[in-house]
C-alpha cells in the first residue's frame, strides 16, 4: 500500500506570496492532519481533517488554512507569506481521528521563504 | 497544558552500546503514547507505540513501556547500530485533543 505522499517536496517563495501545498493519504485513511516543523519551535500541530470538515486547529494566525476533498486528499494554504513561515510541513493520515489511531507521516513538503 | 519532557540531545554513543531515551508527559485522560523517529530529509516514521497502562511498545529492537504511575514513556534499546542515528520524538494523543503533541526530539548518533 503506498505511503501518503506530499507535493511539492520543495518550494521557494517570496514574502507576501501564497502558497498551496497538497497531501494524499494512504488509501482508506479519512483523517488528515498537518504539522509545522522548525528548528526552534518543533512540531506544532496546524490542523486536521476529517471527511472534508475541520475538526481542530492549532494555534497558527487565520493566514493558514485548509480544506480536505471527497477523495480524502488535502491541500494547505499559506497566504502573506512571511520569513517565520520557512518550515517543514508535514501531512499526516489515520485511519479516523480516534486517539488510539496512528498516524503516519509523509516526507513533507520543504518550504523557504525569501 | 499537555506537554511533552524529553531528555536532551544530542547523544553520543558508541556501536552496541545500551541507549536510554527519557520521556514524560503531561495529559488529560489517557492518552495514547508513540515514539517516531525521523531520519534526515524524511518525515516521521512510527517505531512504536502503546494505548494504555502497563503496554510495552516494541519495535526493531526498541522498547517502550507506557508507566501511568510515573507518565513517562523512556525509549531503550540494548545494542544500537549506527544505522540507529536520527532524530527520536516522544509523542502523544489525549482525550478530545485529536492532535499529536511531540516532545522536542532527541538527536542520536551512534559511532562505528
Known amino acids: 500500500k503506498a505511503g501518503v505522499t506530499q507535493t511539492p517536496r520543495y518550494l521557494i517563495k517570496t514574502r507576501g506570496q501564497q502558497v498551496t501545498l497538497s497531501c494524499s493519504p494512504i488509501?482508506?485513511?479519512?483523517?488528515v492532519s498537518w504539522y509545522q516543523q522548525t528548528p526552534g519551535q518543533g512540531l506544532q500541530f496546524l490542523f486536521e481533517y476529517f471527511s472534508e470538515t475541520q475538526r481542530n486547529k492549532g494555534n497558527f494566525p487565520g493566514r493558514f488554512s485548509g480544506r480536505q476533498f471527497s477523495n480524502s486528499r488535502s491541500e494547505m494554504n499559506v497566504s502573506t507569506l512571511e520569513l517565520g513561515d520557512s518550515a517543514l510541513y508535514l501531512c499526516?493520515?489515520?485511519?479516523?481521528?480516534?486517539?488510539?489511531?496512528?498516524?503516519?507521516f509523509g516526507p513533507g513538503t520543504r518550504l523557504t521563504v525569501l | 497544558g499537555d506537554s511533552v519532557t524529553q531528555m536532551e540531545g544530542p547523544v553520543t554513543l558508541s556501536e552496541e552500546a545500551f541507549l536510554t531515551i527519557n520521556c514524560t508527559y503531561t495529559?488529560?485522560?489517557?492518552?495514547?503514547l508513540f515514539w517516531y523517529v525521523q531520519y534526515p530529509g524524511e518525515g516521521l516514521q512510527l517505531l512504536l507505540k502503546?494505548?494504555?497502562?502497563?503496554d510495552k511498545g516494541s519495535n526493531k529492537g526498541f522498547e517502550a513501556t507506557y508507566r501511568k504511575e510515573t507518565t513517562s514513556f523512556h525509549l531503550e534499546k540494548g545494542s544500537v547500530q549506527v544505522s540507529d542515528s536520527a532524530v527520536y520524538f516522544c509523542a502523544f494523543r489525549s482525550g478530545s485533543a485529536r492532535q499529536l503533541t511531540f516532545g522536542s526530539g532527541t538527536q542520536l548518533t551512534v559511532l562505528p
Open positions: 488509501s482508506g485513511h479519512r483523517s
Open positions: 499526516a493520515s489515520s485511519l479516523s481521528s480516534t486517539n488510539t489511531d496512528t498516524q503516519y
Open positions: 495529559a488529560t485522560g489517557y492518552p495514547s
Open positions: 502503546a494505548t494504555k497502562a502497563d
